[in-house]
């Protein structure tokens, strides 16, 4: 059963924070929190409740879930990214680091629709369809660059996982 309540948010960081409010969510619930300004949405845990804890009035003291760090981490690694890009780096090495941030970007973005789907009940098909459909994407992308680099005589020494390439290659290929 799904509630919707307003809130004051106080003494909020990366972690969670103290939530003002009326009606209390009982301890140890799942809470999907929305920014009224940026209409971003987070999922969080009620840690504390004044009934549970003494000190505690008028509201309650959550935990944020881990999307709230991934988006962190996403950005810093963006920096990371503009940062190679300005001392001069090999671009294939930059390519190669960009599609790993947005790779890490699109599962963070997965998770985070899963995580509010299975919190509001609702079926995730489509987006497990969705993650698959790209890992193919990634695939085609990958095997492409395998093959440049083959290609250019870069890998010397990996016939064995070149082999093992092949025969997972042809196992895709008949289902």
Same mark, same amino acid.
């Given at each position: 059963?799904?509630?919707?309540?307003?809130?004051?948010?106080?003494?909020?960081?990366?972690?969670?924070?103290?939530?003002?409010?009326?009606?209390?969510?009982?301890?140890?619930?799942?809470?999907?929190?929305?920014?009224?300004?940026?209409?971003?949405?987070?999922?969080?845990?009620?840690?504390?409740?004044?009934?549970?804890?003494?000190?505690?009035?008028?509201?309650?003291?959550?935990?944020?879930?881990?999307?709230?760090?991934?988006?962190?981490?996403?950005?810093?690694?963006?920096?990371?990214?503009?940062?190679?890009?300005?001392? /001069?780096? +090999?671009?294939?090495?930059? &390519?190669?680091?960009?599609?790993? %941030?947005?790779?890490?970007?699109? =599962?963070? @973005?997965?998770?985070?629709?899963?995580?509010?789907?299975?919190?509001?009940?609702?079926?995730?098909?489509?987006?497990?369809?969705?993650?698959?459909?790209?890992?193919?994407?990634?695939?085609?992308?990958?095997?492409?660059?395998?093959?440049? /680099?083959? +290609?250019?005589?870069?890998? &010397?020494?990996?016939?064995?996982? %070149?082999?093992?390439?092949?025969? =997972?290659? @042809?196992?895709?290929?008949?289902?």
């Amino acid at each position: 059963m799904a509630v919707k309540q307003d809130a004051v948010a106080h003494q909020i960081n990366a972690n969670g924070g103290f939530l003002k409010m009326s009606v209390y969510p009982e301890l140890g619930s799942r809470v999907m929190l929305t920014n009224f300004v940026s209409a971003q949405t987070a999922e969080a845990r009620v840690i504390a409740a004044p009934h549970t804890r003494e000190g505690i009035a008028n509201g309650v003291i959550i935990e944020l879930i881990v999307p709230m760090q991934v988006k962190k981490t996403i950005v810093e690694l963006q920096n990371l990214e503009k940062a190679l890009q300005c001392e /001069d780096m +090999d671009l294939r090495l930059v &390519k190669e680091y960009r599609d790993a %941030v947005n790779y890490i970007r699109t =599962a963070a @973005g997965t998770l985070e629709q899963l995580q509010e789907h299975q919190f509001r009940s609702m079926d995730d098909s489509e987006l497990l369809s969705s993650l698959a459909t790209d890992r193919v994407r990634r695939t085609i992308a990958i095997c492409l660059d395998v093959i440049a /680099d083959l +290609d250019a005589g870069r890998l &010397k020494n990996a016939l064995g996982d %070149v082999d093992e390439l092949y025969r =997972a290659l @042809g196992h895709s290929h008949k289902h």
